[in-house]
């Protein structure tokens, strides 16, 4: 392509072993692939005829679309991997951070920035349900914002959802459950008939801080009977340690806001 690349905004990625068929060739290959961020110049591009048919450019939507319908050359590893890195990319660029709020020293993370961009918001959803077994029988999700993304899974899923809420907020009798915020205590509420005793359980909560939240719907979850299966949040911030809380339950999130992971993220994005 007749790019001169700066190697320090050069970063190995992965090493794929693929066999490929052209027409009557089979190929046999181990796939070095680095990524690359350098501002290029449209007209710097010369194409080796013999090697590359066609460029263009593309933004991160538009390549998960090509990937997804199958517009690219077959290497489909390749693909696995970037997909993956291009979810957290899109994501981690949509998710805005506003210093100070609700208080002085507390960094938020502001998930409406991605609940409005139709593609962050798909991507984060399937994300989410693809970490699910199917043998799993209801979705909960705390107010506010678990709802917003627990909610949307269990449609996806075809499952129950049962909301987890501030007191005074459902109707029926519930039972009450104490806990600890990043910046004070709160109480959390469960209808008392939600969740049957024996009932597999997956929670799902936008965020991971200390990990209070999430340790005490587990608690409500099995006062009523249910069997945590699944724990799963958008964003996870390891400083915080609320996944060792929860070290004894299968925990996935999607973000990573620890300062090593966020400096990969951006150092390859801009």
């Not at 194409?47 to 990937?67: A, F, G, N, P, R």
């Not at 077959?74 to 979810?87: A, F, R």
């Not at 949307?152 to 005074?168: C, D, F, I, M, S």
């Not at 991971?208 to 979850?221: F, N, Q, S, Y």
Request: with cysteine; glycine share 4%.
């Amino acid at each position: 392509m007749g790019i001169d690349l700066d190697l320090e905004n050069v970063e190995y990625f992965a090493t794929i072993h693929e066999r490929l068929k052209y027409d009557d060739i089979d190929s046999n290959e181990l796939v070095d692939v680095f990524i690359a961020r350098q501002n290029i110049n449209k007209e710097d591009i010369i194409l080796q005829k013999e090697e590359v048919s066609y460029t263009c450019w593309v933004s991160i939507e538009e390549l998960l679309h090509l990937i997804d319908s199958n517009q690219l050359l077959p290497h489909n590893e390749e693909y696995k991997k970037m997909v993956d890195y291009l979810v957290k990319l899109k994501l981690a660029l949509t998710l805005r951070r506003i210093n100070d709020y609700p208080k002085p020293g507390i960094n938020f993370k502001d998930i409406t920035t991605i609940l409005k961009d139709p593609v962050a918001y798909h991507l984060a959803i399937d994300f989410l349900a693809n970490k699910i077994n199917q043998d799993v029988d209801i979705i909960v999700g705390p107010e506010a914002r678990g709802i917003m993304f627990a909610a949307p899974v269990a449609y996806k899923l075809n499952k129950g959802y049962v909301p987890v809420r501030k007191p005074n907020k459902l109707p029926a009798e519930t039972i009450q459950q104490e806990y600890e915020l990043e910046y004070g205590t709160d109480t959390l509420e469960i209808h008392k008939d939600a969740i049957k005793p024996g009932q597999n359980v997956a929670i799902i909560d936008d965020l991971m801080a200390t990990g209070g939240t999430m340790e005490a719907i587990i608690k409500l979850v099995e006062r009523l009977g249910g069997n945590v299966t699944k724990v799963l949040c958008l964003i996870d911030l390891p400083e915080l340690g609320g996944s060792k809380r929860i070290s004894n339950y299968d925990y996935s999130y999607l973000l990573s806001e620890n300062e090593e992971d966020k400096k990969k993220i951006y150092m390859k994005s801009f």
